[in-house]
C-alpha cells in the first residue's frame, strides 16, 4: 500500500521580487521522516483553494510555524505593526483546511503557528508580544546563527494528567524548544489546554470531541524529530493516526 499523504499549507513569500509557495524543511522532513507520510505542499492563495477538494486527496493536515502571524482582524481586533508580520494568503488557505479537516474527522498536527491558527479558527484569541507581559518569559528565538543552538531544547512545560498528550510524551515536565512572541490569550471553547509553561503560557492544546487526532503544540517537535524522544514520538502519534484515517477510507 501507497503511505498516506499530509497536507502542508505553504507561505507566501517574496524573495527577489519573485512570489513563491513555500515551507520550511524542517516540517517537510519531519512529516516524511517523523511521521513516515508523504507530504503535500498546498499553495498559499487567498482565493482559488477549495479545503474540501485538498482534503479529499489527503490523509492529515500538518499546520507549520512561520515568520509570519495571524492577522488580529480574523479574532476581532485592529492590527498594529507590532502584531506582524503578516501573511493574508496563508490565513486564507490554512484556516479553513483546519476548520473542515476537523469537521471531517481528519488528524491535525498544529506547530507554533499552527497552534495559533487553530485557536482562531475556532474562535480564540492571541496576544502579541507576551514578553512584555508581567511575569511572562521571553520565549523569543535566539538572535544566533547556529540554529541548533536557536532550536535548542531549553524551556520546560508541564503535560496535565488525563489529557490526550499524558500517553504519547508522559504527563508532567518534559523539556522543548518553544520559540515565539505570541501565544493563546483566549483559548478557543473548543479547545482543551494540554500543556503548560511554568509562566502561564499555553503551550499545548487539543480539540474536545475530535473524531480524529487534532492537537497543536507552540514549541518545535520538528526540529529534533531524529534525536529527541518527545519530539519523536508526537510526530509517531500523528503518523499512526494518519495511517488510521487512510485504512478507514478504504473499509
Known amino acids: 500500500m501507497s503511505k498516506p499523504v499530509v497536507a502542508i499549507p505553504c507561505d507566501f513569500r517574496e524573495f527577489d521580487g519573485n512570489i513563491w509557495h513555500v515551507a520550511a524543511n524542517q516540517y517537510v522532513r519531519a512529516a516524511v521522516e517523523g511521521a513516515d507520510v508523504m507530504a503535500f505542499l498546498i499553495p498559499a492563495l487567498e482565493t482559488g483553494n477549495d479545503a474540501d477538494e485538498i482534503l479529499d486527496r489527503v490523509d492529515g493536515v500538518l499546520a507549520s510555524g512561520a515568520r509570519s502571524n495571524v492577522?488580529?482582524?480574523?479574532?476581532?481586533?485592529?492590527?498594529?505593526?507590532?502584531?506582524?508580520?503578516?501573511?493574508?494568503?496563508?490565513?486564507?488557505?490554512?484556516?479553513?483546511?483546519?476548520?473542515?479537516a476537523l469537521d471531517r474527522g481528519i488528524p491535525l498536527l498544529a506547530i507554533c503557528?499552527?497552534?495559533q491558527e487553530l485557536n482562531v479558527a475556532l474562535g480564540g484569541t492571541l496576544a502579541t508580544e507576551i514578553q512584555e507581559q508581567p511575569g511572562i518569559w521571553d520565549?523569543?528565538?535566539?538572535?544566533?546563527?547556529?540554529?541548533?543552538?536557536?532550536y535548542g531544547i531549553r524551556q520546560d512545560v508541564v503535560v496535565k494528567?488525563?489529557?490526550?498528550?499524558?500517553?504519547?510524551l508522559?504527563?508532567?515536565?518534559?523539556?522543548?524548544?518553544?520559540?515565539?512572541?505570541?501565544?493563546i490569550a483566549a483559548t478557543a471553547p473548543s479547545l482543551a489546554?494540554?500543556?503548560?509553561?511554568?509562566?502561564?503560557?499555553?503551550?499545548?492544546?487539543?480539540?474536545?470531541?475530535?473524531?480524529?487526532?487534532a492537537v497543536g503544540v507552540q514549541w518545535h517537535p520538528e526540529y529534533w524529530v531524529r534525536t529527541d524522544g518527545p519530539s519523536a514520538a508526537l510526530f509517531k502519534a500523528f503518523?499512526?493516526?494518519?495511517r488510521a484515517y487512510r485504512e478507514s477510507k478504504t473499509q
Do not use: M, W
Open 71 to 100: 492577522h488580529p482582524s480574523l479574532y476581532g481586533r485592529e492590527a498594529t505593526e507590532a502584531d506582524g508580520p503578516f501573511d493574508p494568503d496563508r490565513d486564507a488557505t490554512s484556516l479553513p483546511l483546519i476548520r473542515r
Open 193 to 213: 489546554v494540554e500543556a503548560v509553561a511554568d509562566d502561564g503560557t499555553i503551550e499545548a492544546v487539543s480539540v474536545i470531541g475530535a473524531k480524529a487526532f
Open 139 to 150: 520565549h523569543r528565538k535566539p538572535d544566533v546563527p547556529d540554529l541548533d543552538v536557536a
Open 239 to 242: 503518523g499512526d493516526a494518519v
Open 161 to 168: 494528567e488525563g489529557s490526550c498528550l499524558a500517553p504519547v
Open 170 to 183: 508522559g504527563a508532567g515536565r518534559i523539556r522543548v524548544n518553544s520559540l515565539h512572541r505570541q501565544a
Open 113 to 115: 503557528r499552527g497552534i
